[in-house]
């Protein structure tokens, strides 16, 4: 079975940090894209960032470009998000979703909740 | 940035009716339109892809069409299940952007 699960999400201050993983099962996880996809409470998706299935290659929203850091570990099969400087806008479930060519996200994750207040 | 703009932003309908969303792209996007749905709690589920393109488990009363600027996702004959929050996405140039949603209520 496909399956993705994050986990690292918290309480954290302004200002603070936190890493994000999403762990892969079910699939060659070295052959696909990644992204995380964030929602606000009660609003909806905005896309985060994208990493290329070997990690060579990264994208980052406006939003949170030179703040978070997209990375992989094909050996160990996991996605990670390290988000730093953290602002209350950044409040959010977090989903990684796997991206088939076309760039439709056919599997998602359960998401983890980042919650930025002091 | 690619702009989408859905309508309506919600919507009642009753089980067994026909229900179409629009999907407005703010410049050409050919064919890269993606439908999900979202159940309060859940993560989203892709239901169209391509524009046209039925996702595999999906029931074949949900339909996509449209190229260039505009689409649409018709749910032919709903279904109790049916009843979430439907969106968007365009994936012809990062950022990929979503649509803000149509919410499909019981009428």
């Known amino acids: 079975e496909v399956q993705l699960v994050e986990s690292g999400g918290g309480l954290v201050q302004p200002g603070g940090s936190l890493r994000l993983s999403c762990a892969a099962s079910g699939f060659t996880f070295s052959n696909y894209w990644m992204h995380w996809v964030r929602q606000a409470p009660g609003k909806g998706l905005v896309w985060v960032s994208r990493?290329?299935?070997?990690?060579?290659?990264?994208n980052y929203a406006d939003s949170v470009k030179g703040r978070f850091t997209i990375s992989r570990d094909n050996a160990e099969n996991t996605l990670y998000l390290q988000m730093n400087s953290l602002r209350a806008e950044d409040t959010a479930v977090y989903y990684c979703a796997r991206v088939q060519r076309g760039g439709y996200f056919d599997c998602w994750g359960q998401g983890t909740l980042v919650t930025v207040s002091s | 940035d690619i702009q989408m703009t859905q309508s309506p932003s919600s919507l009642s309908a009753s089980v067994g009716d026909r229900v179409t969303i629009t999907c407005r792209a703010s410049q050409s996007i050919s064919s890269y339109l993606n439908w999900y749905q979202q159940i309060p709690g859940k993560a989203p589920k892709v239901l169209i892809y391509a524009a046209s393109s039925l996702q595999s488990g999906v029931p074949s009363r949900f339909s996509g069409s449209g190229s260039g600027t505009d689409f649409t996702l018709t749910i032919s004959s709903l279904q109790p299940e049916d009843f979430a929050t439907f969106y968007c996405q365009q994936s012809y140039f990062t950022p990929y952007t979503f649509g803000q949603g149509t919410k499909l209520e019981i009428k």
């Open positions: 990493i290329s299935n070997d990690g060579s290659s990264t």
